[in-house]
């Protein structure tokens, strides 16, 4: 037992002097992912639902005419509406008295547009003509406030409208002002409230946010890449550690070994236990990277324990198959650079963002890597470590399946 | 005692036969040199002693242990010097020291002791802690004999140690082997440097075609010769009417031709070479370059096999 500890601690420690085994096991999945992190990190910024807050500057020079049965202007009313509380959080209103001075603010930035609404707004409304145009003056740099601005005042606009038209035919019916005056008042109150709730939404609409879609428990796309890139670079790492038993058969170390009163099996045993402490040690040091660097949160104990021990074993067993194939170190880049890419892909390692067809989701079953990334995606989840039992035993099997293969072939080899 | 005896030990590589049933007797505490061109058997034949490769005929006894049924306390006696170098270039030369006393089964206090010894030994404690990739070729050799020295070995096999080194590391090696030798250590050492197995060795065999072809102490083998000395001379001219003259002179056993080189052998070459010289002359031919060779182990190879030891 002593010598196969020897034997794994030698292979850890050349391991741990190999720039090139550390920048692929470590360096490359994080550099990859922190890369990924920076871009997605930028169009999650941009893809904000969030509304750009808005300064609105307004010179309501609107004026009631005289004997108007409105209690207030028209211009005030609108200012109320856009003034409401629900809107209040992103659109903010100050009020100028003239027009330079609102037109000296927005000079200055420190408004993004200015609202000029005339003298005879509310006189040209209570008189049925087409209202005097309300002008509104932006800052050309910006794209969205604009839109917005322009949806706003649109609404309140067509619903001042349709109550002018609604006046009119009122008036015309009854021929009492007095009736007409106080209808205006009560369509300028719900206007008001109509507007206020523009952005809230009717009261008898409920928008209800799913508890699965619930952005806490999903794990996020930094998560999912990381996943992904760990898996890829742990069989990777597996089978470069492997490879020392075909560097070190070149090199005559292994012969040499073989010369030793120590048994062939417990030699290889060696060899199987440093690659596994290697693939762990990657395994953790990802771990950890991605909780300390991204936040990832990997799940519950259990079911990261599943996760990360099904992964392990399926990567050493790979390994131990894909080494035992192949007859010299040369002819492992082909085979690690191809064949593991390869399996990567199918098994939708480097697509974790992205919805594959149902098609494409039952090839990764196919593959250690595509179980691994189950695993992973319910650990993430934040699902039971029950729940996980499944994909750790298919993990398990296969990885105990493939490790039989290869460590029988290896047997025959140096038999 | 015999530190190695083989019974008809045979490996076979397909349809080739590399070794063909050799039986050797290595006495224990002898330094006894395996001789023989590249591809004579000599490294297979190792590597059937050391349990690499399995013989497909025969057996071999290591101190009273079979190769084949003990193999384990065969190795257990058996310190290996490959010839390659086989240690681990990114570790040190302690690091690399103690994984192969770990391998023999050494741990704890003693393996420390002995890791020191065998750096003290090999003269690189100074240069203990440094990565064995960037030691010379020499140092690497040194370090790559120490790590068979460890487990203070019974026998140690040695397949052409000196092989691609400097004068300097090469001496140091074979003093090195000597010393071993003379604290009690059984050498086996392979080489196809005959000054090598002359300076070493109680006794040699010399190997080829995977036979032994003739084996004994160096004075035994150049008797072989009839201890004669080798006399090349070049002529400028052509020797035929010379050759039957230069075969009827005292002293003269054999006398070969070839354009305008004469290759004689004589028990004197101080006395003959007068008489060539005035044969020369009186034919008309002038002498234009003389060899004198003292037996030894070329010539026996060269003797037994028609074909020279470097071929």
């Known amino acids: 037992m002593k010598k196969i500890f020897a034997i794994a601690w030698k292979d850890l420690l050349r391991s741990t002097r190999s720039l090139f085994l550390i920048g692929m096991a470590v360096v490359a999945p994080l550099l990859i ?47 109320q509406a856009l003034s409401g509380e629900d809107l209040h959080t992103w659109l903010h209103l100050r009020a100028y008295s003239d027009a330079s001075a609102a037109q000296a603010a927005l000079d200055a930035q420190q408004i993004d547009a200015v609202l000029y609404i005339p003298a005879d707004f509310s006189a040209q409304f209570m008189q049925g003509a087409q209202p005097t145009a309300l002008r509104v003056v932006y800052d050309p740099a910006l794209t969205i406030t604009p839109v917005i601005l322009r949806t706003l005042l649109e609404n309140a606009m067509q619903s001042m409208q349709g109550a002018q038209i609604a006046l009119q035919i009122l008036s015309a019916q009854t021929q009492d002002p007095a009736l007409s005056a106080a209808a205006a008042a009560q369509y300028a109150d719900w206007s008001a409230q109509a507007q206020s709730e523009l952005a809230a939404g009717p009261a008898w609409l409920h928008i209800v946010t799913p508890a699965s879609a619930d952005s ?166 934040g699902h039971a470590t029950s729940d996980l039992l499944l994909p750790a035993v298919v993990l398990t099997a296969i990885g105990l399946a493939l490790f039989a293969a290869g460590a029988w072939r290896f047997n025959r080899r140096f038999a | 005692m015999n530190a190695i005896e083989t019974f008809q030990l045979k490996k076979n590589f397909g349809a080739r036969a590399a070794v063909q049933g050799i039986d050797l007797r290595v006495p224990a505490g002898e330094i006894f040199s395996l001789l023989g061109p590249n591809g004579a058997g000599k490294s297979t034949t190792i590597a059937m002693l050391s349990g690499l490769l399995a013989p497909s005929g025969g057996d071999a006894v290591i101190f009273g242990h079979s190769i084949i049924r003990q193999t384990q306390q065969a190795k257990a006696v ?70 068979a020295l460890l487990h203070r070995p019974q026998l140690l096999i040695m397949d052409e140690p000196t092989v691609g080194i400097d004068p300097q590391s090469r001496r140091h090696i074979l003093d090195s082997v000597k010393a071993l030798n003379q604290q009690g250590m059984t050498v086996l050492y392979t080489t196809h440097y005959m000054e090598e197995a002359a300076e070493l060795s ?110």
Request: proline residues 3%; charged residues 15%.
């Open chain 1, 33 to 79: 992912t922190a890369l990924m992190f920076f871009a997605l990190g930028s169009m999650e910024s941009s893809d904000s639902s969030a509304l750009p807050q808005i300064e609105l500057g307004i010179v309501d020079s609107d004026q009631l005419p005289a004997g108007a049965s409105l209690e207030n202007s028209l211009g005030a009313s609108l200012r």
């Open chain 1, 216 to 381: 806490s428990s999903q794990p996020s796309s930094i998560a999912l890449i990381l996943a992904g890139q760990m898996i890829f670079f742990s069989f990777f790492t597996g089978g470069y550690a492997m490879l020392s038993i075909l560097h070190e058969a070149e090199e005559g170390t292994l012969a040499r070994q073989f010369t030793t009163p120590t048994a062939r099996i417990l030699i290889l045993s060696g060899k199987f236990l440093a690659v596994l402490l290697t693939v762990i040690l990657q395994g953790a040091v990802l771990l950890a990277a991605g909780r300390f660097f991204f936040g990832v949160n990997w799940g519950q104990p259990g079911a990261i324990a599943l996760a990360f021990g099904g992964q392990m074993i399926a990567a050493v067993g790979l390994a131990v198959l894909l080494v035992a194939l192949i007859k010299t170190s040369r002819q492992s880049g082909p085979v690690f650079g191809g064949l593991l890419t390869a399996m990567g892909m199918l098994s939708g390692l480097f697509t974790t963002n992205i919805n594959m067809p149902a098609g494409f989701d039952m090839l990764s079953r196919f593959t250690p890597q595509g179980w691994a990334l189950t695993a992973w995606k319910l650990a993430l989840n």
């Open chain 2, 78 to 147: 058996l310190g290996i010097v490959p010839q390659e170098i086989a240690l681990y270039p990114d570790l040190s030369a302690r690091e690399n020291l103690r994984f192969w006393g770990q391998m023999y089964g050494l741990g704890g206090k003693t393996l420390q002791t002995r890791v020191d010894e065998i750096l003290d030994l090999i003269d690189l404690r100074d240069r203990q802690n440094d990565l064995v990739g960037k030691f010379s070729g020499g140092m690497q050799r040194r370090v790559n004999i120490g790590a």
């Open chain 2, 202 to 311: 109680d006794q040699i065999a010399i190997m080829d075609q995977g036979q032994i072809i003739a084996s004994g102490s160096h004075t035994q083998l150049i008797h072989l010769v009839g201890g004669q000395t080798r006399v090349e001379i070049s002529l400028n001219g052509c020797v035929d009417g010379l050759l039957s003259a230069w075969q009827a002179m005292p002293g003269v056993s054999a006398v070969n031709a070839k354009d305008n080189q004469v290759s004689l052998l004589t028990e004197n070459a101080n006395t003959l070479l007068p008489l060539l010289f005035e044969s020369t002359a009186g034919n008309g031919l002038h002498i234009t370059a003389v060899e004198i060779c003292e037996p030894n182990l070329e010539m026996v190879f060269l003797h037994l096999t028609g074909r020279a030891l470097r071929d």
